[in-house]
């Protein structure tokens, strides 16, 4: 920030601002919020009460800003009546919008090709070769310097990128060849990628702005970014089936949720799932299930269904199936055998009359 007249507030919160060691972008946004609510607001901002805060709110929702912005606002109001005046009245009531998490724009290989193909001259095309080659953020490109690059690790050190993190990024054989081609042209001896000045780096806006040109040259219709490269970057390393892990410790993610959202655009991750519905089909008579009958059901297929292909050389004929034999007539039965007349049962012995004993003499 200048030295230029300013009220003790505003260079109070800026002192507390560099006492937490902010940025300097980040000290201009703060402080510009919190003028646009002073203006809204007619007064003094530390003479505010919450209910003027819920209606600088509300008039940005019906203005129609982004969500985005609108939060950018109340967290600039919070540091300012939370650090700065230590009206926590105030400060912990202010409200968040949620902010609708949206598919990021992924590049084809081929598209990809394309756009680094159509970069102007070698610094943009070696710039947006390592926010592609290397998955690096824009503000990490424009800050590398040429003691950055290990050739012989093969190997990007990043320094104080984003959350003030030092991280190594890769670096591929083809972008290592690229980037001693611009150095070759160029010959920087402080940043990699120097401004006009040749003393100050690239700015992000230049760098986007060679982004866009290269993306029109292309014909590529897509909103493109040097961050468009980096999404890029994630998702075709998740299509490779490289670990999720891997690619967060590459981007630089604190957390793994962050990189999780590459998996919803990974297209070729998501074709090679199978649904269990598909199992839960039942077979057909020829053993094949529903989908793989449709699948099959092309002209080709229905063509080799219908026709009979010869048999190849050596194989053998196969056996017709023999034809059933004839059932031989059964044997009328035989007549019966007439049955014998039984023989008449012989007459039975009338008994002897028993003897009558003699009287005793």
């Not at 095309?125 to 824009?138: D, E, I, N, P, T």
């Not at 003691?147 to 984003?162: A, N, T």
């Amino acid at each position: 920030m200048t030295d230029m007249a300013i009220s003790p507030l505003r260079r109070r919160m800026i002192e507390d601002m560099t006492i937490r060691k902010l940025t300097p972008k980040t000290q201009h946004t703060y402080v510009r919020f919190v003028k646009d609510f002073s203006i809204f607001f007619g007064r003094s901002p530390d003479k505010a009460a919450f209910e003027d805060v819920r209606r600088y709110q509300l008039h940005l929702t019906c203005r129609g800003v982004s969500p985005c912005s609108v939060n950018a606002a109340m967290t600039a109001l919070r540091f300012f009546y939370r650090v700065t005046l230590r009206r926590l009245d105030i400060s912990e009531h202010i409200p968040l919008v949620p902010q609708p998490r949206k598919l990021p724009v992924i590049l084809s290989p081929e598209e990809v090709a394309r756009l680094l193909e159509a970069a102007r001259g070698a610094k943009y095309k070696a710039a947006l070769s390592v926010a592609y080659g290397a998955g690096l953020r824009a503000s990490e490109i424009i800050s590398l310097k040429v003691s950055d690059i290990d050739s012989r690790r093969m190997l990007i050190r990043v320094e104080q990128g984003k959350g003030r993190k030092d991280r190594f990024a890769m670096l591929s054989p083809h972008l290592l060849q690229l980037l001693r081609t611009w150095w070759l042209v160029e010959r920087p001896r402080g940043y990699l990628f120097p401004g006009r000045d040749r003393i100050n780096p690239l700015t992000v806006r230049q760098l986007h702005r060679g982004c866009f040109e290269a993306a029109q040259t292309a014909g590529i219709n897509k909103r493109v970014s040097p961050h468009v490269l980096r999404h890029s970057f994630a998702t075709h390393l998740l299509e490779r089936n490289v670990d999720i892990r891997v690619i967060q410790v590459l981007l630089g993610h604190a957390k793994l949720d962050t990189t999780a959202i590459y998996t919803r655009v990974a297209t070729k991750v998501i074709q090679e799932v199978t649904s269990p519905l598909e199992h839960l089909i039942p077979k057909h008579g020829n053993g094949e299930s529903l989908a793989e009958q449709a699948e099959l059901a092309t002209p080709v297929e229905r063509r080799k269904r219908t026709t009979r292909t010869a048999p190849s050389k050596g194989a053998k004929p196969r056996n017709h199936a023999k034809p059933h034999r004839q059932a031989k007539p059964r044997n009328h039965a035989k007549p019966r055998r007439q049955a014998k007349p039984r023989r008449q049962a012989k007459p039975r012995k009338q008994a002897k009359p028993s003897r009558q004993r003699k009287p005793a003499a």
